[in-house]
């Protein structure tokens, strides 16, 4: 209901003044209904009461009349043509999808058993199914129990939360009980305060305790939804009585979806604020009725002669705006999604409606990024595409060749994830160049010059034979899903980064101990 009324406060038109053209309708229509309605004159060429004797069923009244139907085809033609909208049109080059927090409860309650195996490791099932959801998204990972603790922060590669999650248990958390969550809560907002994008708040927990029920009441400015790890028998009224979705968790993956679905449309409601992304045009929704009224031309004695002509001309102007909104539609190509080896008629009908571009784009608002980069025609989206696929050396090439902000940004990505770490800095730098108040400009100029002081000074001390370091390929400091090569000194092979992980002694829940307790320390340190 919320999502109604939000899109209702947001409902504009992009070309107002075709609706100038209703009044002109009303008039028409209303003028036709008066005096041009048959039987409500004389006819010219016949005697009134021979007439009246000719005529018969005039005592019948009938309610719709043709004029009635052309009009309001004429009605919502032009609504359509005006460009009603209300939902911004994503641009995945500055923000596909929205921040999230991940918060999870770690305490001995979350042992039970009443949820196979337990409530904590369907817990970490469920977020992992979550982070597959979410590729390229910003996903964090705080942890409470007595004390809440940042685990991981914003990140947009899901492998590099997976083994954090996998240490966390009840054993790593410095204080037990479960009276942290506000705490929790106050970590998770911070979270999101580094990002200029909406982003909200997920705690996966069984429950909260009264003394935090004040603290979840007041907040207001993010979005909070709670998966609830109790079953479904067991009551949490603290989380009922909070203002924010609630999702009770589920054998199957109906849980995370209904929670996908909650996290698109809170993102798409903040999104509505955003001045950077341009408005969807819905206009295309509008034809499909008016062409449902046009079969009624075909009909004998249902046309209006001259004025269903008049209508044909109102349709002259619609075709421009048909690309756009048939690509908003996306009808004709989720028949090609359906088949990968489509036929070529298939195609030909898809190409006869959507341009590559437009398909393309579909494409990337489905995650295929490889098949997107075989259809764009434009270089930046194709450049993005190619990003996104993991060719980061063809992108980044692709991109480099267009002047505009955005472009050199996905270039810079690119070259991070390539390891071509200088390039990447001087791809920023052109961003900031370019648009000096560009998004995340300045903040990933920064740490593309630390990694690339780091990877120097590593360099360096290998060179030289400080500390025996080996010959190391380092990635970015976010681990953006690349694997890290190490070069053995025999040099008879290279170990990726699960291998090179494997010979260390230590986990990440031994990590996750001594990071917790120090941390601790450090809060109750005056």
């Known amino acids: 209901m919320n999502t109604f ?41 016949i005697a009134e009461h ?82 597959a959801t979410r590729s390229g998204a910003d996903t964090a990972l705080i942890a409470y129990s007595g004390s809440a603790h940042l685990v991981v922060p914003l990140t947009n590669d899901p492998e590099l939360i997976k083994p954090y999650l996998e240490g966390l ?71 009922d ?32 604020n955003d001045d950077r992304l341009a408005w969807e045009d819905r206009g295309m929704w509008l034809a499909w009725p008016a062409a449902l009224l046009a079969l009624l031309w075909f009909r004998r004695g249902w046309g209006l002669g001259t004025p269903s002509l008049l209508a044909c001309l109102l349709l002259l102007p619609w075709p421009a705006t048909l690309p756009q909104a048939m690509a908003q539609n996306q009808v004709a190509i989720r028949a090609q999604a359906s088949d990968e080896s489509h036929t070529g008629l298939r195609q030909w009908l898809v190409d006869a409606f959507l341009t590559p571009d437009q398909q393309g784009r579909w494409w990337v608002e489905h995650r295929r990024y490889a098949q997107a980069a075989s259809h764009f025609q434009d270089p930046a989206w194709q ?67 630390r990694i690339l002081t780091y990877v120097e000074e590593s360099r360096e001390q290998s060179d030289t034979g400080q500390d025996d370091a080996d010959d190391v390929t380092f990635d970015n400091e976010e681990n953006r899903g690349q694997d890290t090569q190490v070069t053995t000194k025999d040099g008879e092979g290279m170990l990726t980064a699960e291998q090179w992980i494997s010979t260390l002694n230590s986990n990440t829940s031994d990590y996750l101990r001594q990071r917790f307790a120090v941390e601790a320390r450090q809060e109750t340190t005056p």
């Open 383 to 449: 450049g993005y595409a190619m990003y996104r696929d993991g060719q980061y050396d063809a992108a980044a090439e692709l991109l480099g060749r267009l002047d505009s902000a955005d472009a050199a940004f996905t270039q810079g990505l690119a070259l991070i994830r390539g390891h071509q770490y200088r390039p990447a800095v001087q791809a920023f730098e052109k961003v900031l160049s370019i648009d000096p108040d560009y998004p995340q400009g300045e903040r990933n100029l920064e740490l593309a010059k």
């Open 50 to 131: 021979l007439e009246k004797a000719m005529r018969i069923g005039t005592q019948q009244r009938r309610w719709i009349t043709p004029v009635d139907t052309l009009s309001l085809m004429l009605i919502l033609l032009v609504t359509g043509a005006a460009g009603p909208s209300w939902s911004r049109m994503p641009n995945p080059l500055i923000a596909q999808t929205a921040p999230l927090v991940v918060v999870v409860e770690v305490d001995q309650g979350m042992l039970a058993q009443d949820v196979p195996p337990n409530r904590l490791e369907r817990a970490k099932h469920k977020i992992s199914d979550l982070l």
């Open 5 to 45: 009324f939000d899109a209702l406060s947001a409902l504009h038109f992009l070309r107002p003044a075709w609706m100038l053209l209703l009044p002109v309708i009303v008039v028409f229509w209303w003028w036709w209904r008066r005096h041009r309605q048959a039987g409500t004159g004389p006819t010219p060429h």
């Open 169 to 239: 248990t009840p054993d790593v958390m410095p204080q037990a009980g479960d009276g942290a969550a506000s705490d929790a809560l106050t970590l998770a907002q911070e979270q999101l305060a580094k990002r200029e994008e909406p982003g909200a708040i997920l705690f996966v927990t069984d429950g909260l305790s009264s003394a935090d029920r004040d603290a979840f009441s007041q907040q207001q400015d993010t979005t909070l939804a709670f998966l609830v790890m109790a079953p479904g028998n067991v009551g949490t009224p603290v989380i």
């Open 241 to 272: 009585a909070v203002d924010a979705e609630r999702v009770a968790v589920s054998a199957d993956e109906r849980d995370i979806q209904r929670l996908e679905r909650l996290l698109a449309a809170a993102h798409r409601r903040a999104l509505l």
